[in-house]
């Protein structure tokens, strides 16, 4: 498995509002089967930023084609070389 960040861009409508909750569903069962790490939007650029766990780019592109938002999108997928973050550290030692 490799790491993919998909790059989404949005525009925003009534119908889309409306497809949110669906969507949201799928995402979080992507998350809840380990397919996403990550997820991220800005309301302020209209952007999406989705960190996939995938053999290769057509697989999340079959990702992000079952999202019921998917008319709505323009993306691009980026094969990531180096993905860190905390969640995958060593919790902190504490002494008591």
Known sequence: MSKFQAIVHFEMTD???QLIP???T???YLINKGIIDS???SMETQTCWIT???VNKEEV???LVKSP???FWTYEIESLFVYDS???RLPSLQLN
């Open 15 to 17: 119908e889309f509002m």
């Open 22 to 24: 669906p969507h949201r």
């Open 26 to 28: 799928y995402i979080n």
């Open 39 to 41: 997820y991220a939007v």
């Open 52 to 54: 996939f766990n995938a």
């Open 61 to 63: 592109d079959t990702y």
């Open 69 to 71: 938002l998917y008319k």
């Open 86 to 88: 905390q969640m995958y």
